[in-house]
């Protein structure tokens, strides 16, 4: 959808310029460090691991991609150029209503009613969903952290809005509005227990106040003690991830937990672990990273083996989980100090704006008031400002502890545009007048229009590749026929997409026709060869092989070269390793095998599978004292109650 209105607004946006004879184009101080940004991301795709990755984004996540941020910037652009303030005002004030039916959305899901299962299953009930939606909401974002990053960099609109409508007689009415919309936007973020999202809306808080106050001085300071007194009561009776609620007070059985606080690894623990990893492969590849959206296929190179004692050992991880280490080990120094330049420009774009709004242009007076007309309307433009300004740091600090998402990549390079446009009242967008068109006027129109559907339709495309994909996906266990056409299908459109290619060759070994065995493995080889350093494809290659193994001993033999090779791709994961020393065992390597199998219980010393798998080695070469050691660490450390691990034991 972002790709579509980035092109279409493009398209618009140099139509109108053709039809005006005109460039139409509005400089900001912006300009220089985006394109250097963009650049910077370019060169580092260019060098990258895996191109195709870098261009379109990680595949089902896809922001962040070359593409996307073009996207997002020519979004910029379109928007200063071609908005003026009263149509800015109206578009940031449409996001609150927005943002509300998300909140809305988000607060049913609480107490157990889910829109999205009543439009997939009929149901309004929370049961479609794998994920505990009650217990951390995600709306329509997928994710409650994701949701909370887009509530928090909207939440002080609704703030400004509260104290700019003192002046009018409907003054109550206007600002009990926006105070029920702060409140309900609150709640659904109480309701994610997301902590970065907290922290988020604390400096979003400090900052909008403080700079209200500084402003003002205390002529809002009833409106400062009505939003923060509410919050404070909700956060009271909802809780947040730091105390209970007052029904979990008074009903202890009702506290419910996140997995993660019922004996999983904290979160920020893991977060540090995955962020050295992250400044690891930033050491190695300092100047362009391994490219943009990379560090799903980086990250196993370079994962601290520290990773294997959590909770998440065997997780995939596609993001740093913090945006910046992100930028730092996908694009390296030269496209980190390019972002950070563009996040620096962004707040001055912002706030620049805010000392020219601050001069004084007294019109006309209302009645019983002590302000001018011109004094009331650069005070809201003021307020926008400063919660653009608010909204904007937000999402600095969410980044910091997660990653950028659509929505909150669109908000941030949105919200500098929003600043400009806001701040400029002699821009107005006059009505589209279609006048006699020349013959070369013509011409450049029909260019635009032609190129404007050639990428749409190859959008579109894109798009729809990915419904056979996951159409093909969803079929894989229930109707391998549909599955295998859909696949087929998808690969006509999108034949350079590796996944599509893997998937493809796991529908057709899931058929046992041993006729497609070379299909099979055909199409698991171009998967591979067209992301070579991506290791899920070839788990997927390995698991194929094993199977094949149950009927053909040969391939047996070449889970073992595949192995080495993964190993050597992520030589601190235990689980690879472990694969590795079993088929040593397979092909009656037991020597290779007892030396990779020591080699995993060093990577993660509580590896119950791989200590038994050494100790039955050891037993079957008739080394019985080191079997005992391996089955009585598993009873002593890992589980006293494993039953097979005695029975093992009591054999010897």
């Known amino acids: ?138 709306a329509t974002l997928g994710q409650p952290n994701w949701l909370a990053a887009y509530l928090v960099a909207l939440m002080p609109i609704a703030w400004s809005n509260t ?91 009702l506290n419910q937990q996140t997995s993660l606080e019922t004996g999983g690894t904290e979160s920020g623990e893991i977060r540090k672990i995955v ?52 930028y730092l080990a996908n694009t390296g120094t030269v496209g980190l100090i390019p972002y950070l330049v563009l996040i620096l420009f962004s707040i001055l774009t912002i706030s620049n704006f805010q000392f020219l709004i601050s001069k ?84 450049l129109l029909l260019i635009v229009g032609s190129c404007v559907l050639f990428v749409v339709f190859g959008i579109a495309k894109y798009w729809y590749a990915d419904f056979l994909y996951e159409k093909g996906k969803q079929s894989l266990d229930h109707d391998l026929k549909s599955s295998l056409i859909y696949l087929a299908k998808a690969i006509e459109i999108s034949p350079n997409e590796a996944i599509f290619h893997a998937k493809l060759a796991e529908s057709y070994s899931k058929t046992g026709i041993t006729e497609l065995t070379d299909f099979t493995l055909e199409e698991i080889d171009k998967a591979i060869l067209l992301s070579p350093y991506n290791l899920n494809i070839k788990r997927v290659k390995y698991n194929i092989l094993l199977e094949l193994s149950l009927t053909d001993k040969k391939y047996g033999l070449q889970t073992v070269p595949l192995l080495i090779q993964m190993a050597s791709l992520a030589p601190t994961d235990a689980k690879i390793n472990y694969n590795l020393g079993i088929s040593y065992q397979r092909v009656g390597g037991s020597t290779q095998a007892i030396e990779v199998l020591e080699k995993v219980t060093g990577l993660k010393p509580n590896y119950r599978n791989a200590r038994l798998a050494l100790a039955l080695i050891y037993i079957k070469e008739g080394k019985k004292d080191k079997a005992k050691e391996e089955l009585k660490y598993i009873l002593e450390k890992i589980d006293p109650n494993d039953s097979l691990v005695k029975e093992e034991l009591e054999k010897i």
């Open 163 to 253: 104290i700019s409508n003192f002046q009018f007689p409907i003054s109550n009415l206007k600002k009990n509005f926006w105070l029920i919309l702060s409140a309900i936007l609150f709640t659904a973020l109480l309701f994610t227990k997301s902590r970065s999202g907290l922290l988020g809306l604390l400096t979003a808080s400090v900052i909008f106040w403080t700079l209200i106050y500084l402003k003002t001085k205390f002529t809002f300071l009833k409106e400062f003690i009505l939003v923060n007194s509410l919050f404070v009561i909700l956060s009271l009776v909802i809780g947040t991830p730091w105390n209970s609620s007052l029904w979990e007070i008074q009903n202890p059985d």
């Open 1 to 138: 959808m972002v790709y579509i209105l980035a092109v279409l607004i493009s398209a618009m946006w140099l139509a109108r310029m053709i039809t005006s004879k005109k460039i139409i184009f509005r400089r900001t101080i912006l300009d220089i460090p985006l394109i250097i940004f963009l650049l910077s991301q370019v060169i580092s795709a260019y060098f990258s691991i895996d191109p195709r990755t870098s261009l379109l984004g990680y595949y089902s996540r896809f922001n962040g991609g070359v593409f996307s941020l073009i996207s997002y910037s020519l979004l910029y652009w379109a928007f200063v150029a071609n908005i003026d303030q009263k149509t800015s005002l109206f578009i940031i004030k449409s996001s609150m209503f927005v943002a509300s039916l998300v909140s809305i959305y988000a607060i049913l899901e609480h107490f157990g009613f889910s829109i999205s299962c009543l439009v997939v299953r009929g149901e309004f009930n929370t049961n479609c969903w794998v994920q505990d939606v009650k217990t951390r909401v995600f």
């Open 275 to 326: 962020w050295k990893g992250a400044i690891d492969i930033w050491k190695h590849n300092l100047a362009f990273g391994t490219g943009p959206e990379t560090f799903a296929f980086a990250y196993y190179q370079f994962k601290p083996q520290e990773h294997n004692l959590t909770s998440e050992w065997d997780f995939l991880y596609n993001k740093a989980h913090n945006e910046y280490l992100n």
């Open 360 to 443: 004084q242009a007294p019109i006309f007076k209302f009645k019983n008031s002590k302000h001018s007309l011109g004094q009331l309307e650069q005070l809201e433009i003021s307020h926008f400002h400063i919660a653009i300004l608010a909204g904007f740091t937000s999402i600095l600090i969410t980044n910091f502890f997660g990653f950028s998402v659509v929505v909150t990549n669109l908000l941030f390079f949105l919200f500098p545009a929003f600043a400009v446009a806001v701040a400029n009242s002699q821009q107005s967008t006059t009505n589209f007048q279609l006048k006699e068109l020349t013959t070369k006027q013509k011409i």
